[in-house]
């Protein structure tokens, strides 16, 4: 058994749809991240950094913490979406560095001054738009003519994609790229998808969009969060 120590983010996502898409049977624990959960004694034990996800493997009593480690560790479990192959494995391994180093860190650096931030800092909001931009159209270039990032379709795929099919939240354009557009409707249709989306609990950014009260809430929230996470 998987327990799954998490929060509805892309990051958090990113374990939540690959247990999915490997049919794994876990227990999935809500971190209130509003509340300080990440910082209490009990979680830091699992995870020292203090950020979600974080898993325990009770089967072999181990607890692992960063996405893209538990990521491979669950693949190389279940023998799925990453090859034991040194050289495709790698491929596997680049595309999802990729994600764990830029997109991820970018995008959610264009969260904060974007949506989050008290003070709107117009450089600093440009810069990280523009480098998710980049970014995007690095992918773009890659998936022209390659249908998955890695040759066969894995655990990258799944790590860019729960942070990519959230561009709006973070004001970053996908006009023009056609062939990100294609790859990442296509991640919809893969097993699992939608279902761990909505773990552990659901969050339709395109509709928090739509409704500014809503809006107000979740920034007002992150803000809360990122004042505890400063305070400690």
């Not at 066969?152 to 939240?169: E, F, G, L, M, P």
Request: aromatic share 10%; glycine share 6%.
């Amino acid at each position: 058994m998987i327990e799954l120590y998490t929060a509805p983010t892309p990051n958090g996502h990113k374990v939540s749809c690959t247990l999915e898409a490997l049919k794994m049977e876990y227990k999935a624990i809500l971190v209130n991240l509003g509340e300080g959960d990440q910082k209490k004694p009990d979680f830091l034990k699992i995870s020292p950094n203090g950020r979600i996800p974080a898993i325990i493997d009770t089967e072999n009593n181990l607890s692992i913490f960063e996405s893209g480690a538990i990521m491979i560790y669950l693949a190389d479990k279940a023998n799925k979406l990453i090859s034991s192959d040194p050289i495709k494995r790698a491929k596997v391994n680049e595309w999802l560095m990729f994600q764990m180093g830029g997109v991820g860190p970018m995008m959610g650096q264009a969260n904060v001054f974007f949506r989050y931030f008290p003070e709107k800092i117009q450089p600093a909001i440009d810069r990280y738009q523009n480098e998710s931009r980049r970014l995007f159209e690095v992918l773009n270039t890659h998936l022209e003519n390659n249908e998955w990032l890695a040759g066969d379709y894995s655990i990258a795929d799944i790590a860019n994609w729960c942070w990519v099919r959230t561009h709006k939240w973070s004001g970053v354009s996908t006009d023009g790229l056609n062939h990100l557009e294609r790859w990442k409707n296509a991640m919809y249709e893969q097993p699992g998808m939608l279902k761990g989306i909505k773990v552990p609990i659901e969050i339709n950014i395109n509709k928090e969009l739509k409704d500014k009260d809503k809006t107000k809430e979740f920034i007002k929230n992150a803000q809360k969060n990122g004042k505890k996470n400063k305070e400690k």
